[in-house]
């Protein structure tokens, strides 16, 4: 079945730098991937939605010149934090969806843990 | 607004045990319901959705039903097993699109031999 490749699964970073994670559709192309930010006892929110060849759409309070997204190609999209905080530190989550198949599923990376120290 | 509101757990069953998990939702229109999973080191994977009120997805034996009256869809098994230990997640969309979904927080379920 499809799947969704999310890298890394864990980084620690230091306050001020900046993290990219990586979301790879490994066997089908994806159009729109999708990412999400879970804190501690929280639901997972929706962050951006990212569009090939094009600018992301991001969702109400997500600052996107701290949240880079870049979907280059029909398979890989990221996500940068950029200036990280400890307060980023979050477990984020990418998704895709199979280009031009409608209603299909949504496939879910394993998600990456970041801490900011 | 939409919304969802899961039993936050975590829950420790033993085998062959009835699992309950709760979710009841606030949404504007008429969404579709989804129950997720995401097993240890894996990816979240839909387990089971319903699209209207009344309808019952099922799936691994996993059963929930849609209900308007009381704006619930609690996932239901009637024994479950080691395997099944996961996160378990209840979402909600507009639509059948599932684009944007609203997740509730996650109910851990551990089932002990």
Known sequence: GAVVSQHPSRVICKSGTSVKIECRSLDFQATTMFWYRQFPKQSLMLMATSNEGSKATYEQGVEKDKFLINHASLTLSTLTVTSAHPEDSSFYICSARERDINNSPLHFGNGTRLTVT | ?113
Request: glycine letters at 10%; charged letters at 15%; a negative charge.
């Open chain 2, 1 to 113: 607004g939409n919304s969802v509101t899961q039993m936050e757990g975590p829950v420790t069953l033993s085998e062959e045990a009835f699992l309950t998990i709760n979710c009841t939702y606030t949404a504007t229109g008429y969404p579709s319901l989804f129950w997720y999973v995401q097993y240890p080191g894996e990816g979240l994977q839909l387990l089971l959705k319903a699209t209207k009120a009344d309808d019952k997805g099922s799936n691994k034996g996993f059963e929930a039903t849609y209900r308007k009256e009381t704006t619930s869809f609690h996932l239901e098994k009637g024994s479950v097993q080691v395997s099944d230990s996961a996160v378990y997640f209840c979402a909600l969309s507009e639509g059948t699109g599932a684009n944007n979904l609203f997740f509730g927080t996650g109910t851990r379920l551990t089932v002990i031999p």
